[in-house]
């Protein structure tokens, strides 16, 4: 059964850092565009970061530029995401998930999130 779990959440301070986490199992993803989205109580989901499969090949929203990065580590088939700077207005669920193509919109698998809470 194809699993993405995600990891590296926690309790954090404004300015501080968390690195996300997401491993795969029963899916190789070096065969797949990898994102990011999170979701905050009250909130739609929202896009956050994707990576191609050549990793050179990024896509940030606005508010994840210049503070979040996105990797990928196929000897480990997992995906990262490098949250530094952070603000309470990132506090959500953060899910990953994964695509066929870079500008497709249909993912066809979805984690089960984890739990940033950026608060003093």
């Known amino acids: 059964q194809v699993q993405l779990v995600e990891s590296g959440g926690g309790l954090v301070q404004p300015g501080g850092s968390l690195r996300l986490s997401c491993a795969a199992s029963e899916l190789t993803l070096s065969h797949y565009v990898m994102a990011w989205f999170r979701q905050a109580p009250g909130n739609e989901r929202e896009f956050v970061a994707q990576?191609?499969?050549?990793?050179?090949?990024?896509l940030y929203a606005d508010s994840a530029k210049g503070r979040f990065t996105i990797s990928r580590d196929n000897a480990k088939n997992t995906v990262y995401l490098q949250m530094n700077s952070l603000k309470p207005e990132d506090t959500a669920v953060y899910y990953c998930a994964s695509k066929s193509t870079f500008d497709g919109t249909n993912y066809d698998y979805w984690g089960q999130g984890t739990q940033v809470t950026v608060s003093s």
């Open positions: 990576i191609g499969r050549n990793p050179v090949s990024t």
